[in-house]
């Protein structure tokens, strides 16, 4: 595969169009069995309390894949995405509910680069608050 998007159809500035993902408990069990991250603090709320988090909390690693879906969803392809970095400044609190909360993640363009290539810097929020700093990746388009 390749990206479907091209570099000279892109500027700076391009908004990739924005996206919500759901986060439940069930969604943390099912992170945890997939990656085999069982630590207590993403799914036992007594555990995670008592080490000084509100509540129990996302997976690290689970909050940064959701946000690079909006560049993959984007550009069409995964494998474009050749580098990729976050800095985790808030946890993504999820409560014991139906409902859980959400991340919400944008992105764009802040820069073109050599070889087809752009910097994407996303937005990564929850319940308000930024969980994602320095959330950049480098995407070769076509």
Same mark, same amino acid.
């Given at each position: 595969m390749t990206a479907k998007i091209a570099y000279s159809d892109v500027e700076v500035g391009t908004e990739l169009p924005a996206q919500t993902f759901s986060v /439940?408990? @069930? /969604?943390l069990v099912q992170y945890a069995g @997939?990656? +085999?991250d069982f630590n207590p603090i993403h799914w036992n709320e007594k555990f995670a309390k008592e080490v000084g988090l509100?509540? %129990?909390i996302a997976h690290g690693m689970f909050t940064m894949a959701? @946000?690079?879906? !909006? %560049? /993959?969803d984007w550009a069409g392809d995964p494998g474009s995405v050749v580098q990729y970095g976050v800095r985790f400044t808030k946890p993504v609190v999820v409560p014991n509910d139906d409902q859980g909360t959400t991340i919400e993640v944008s992105g764009k363009v802040a820069a073109k680069l050599d070889d087809? /290539? %752009?910097? !994407?810097d996303l937005t990564a929020t929850?319940? +308000?608050q930024? %969980?994602?700093g320095m959330s950049r @990746? !480098? !995407?070769r388009l076509a």
């Open positions: /439940t408990r @069930a /969604t @997939a990656s +085999g509100p509540d %129990v959701e @946000a690079i879906r !909006v %560049v /993959t087809n /290539t %752009v910097r !994407v929850s319940a +308000g930024k %969980v994602l @990746a !480098v !995407v």
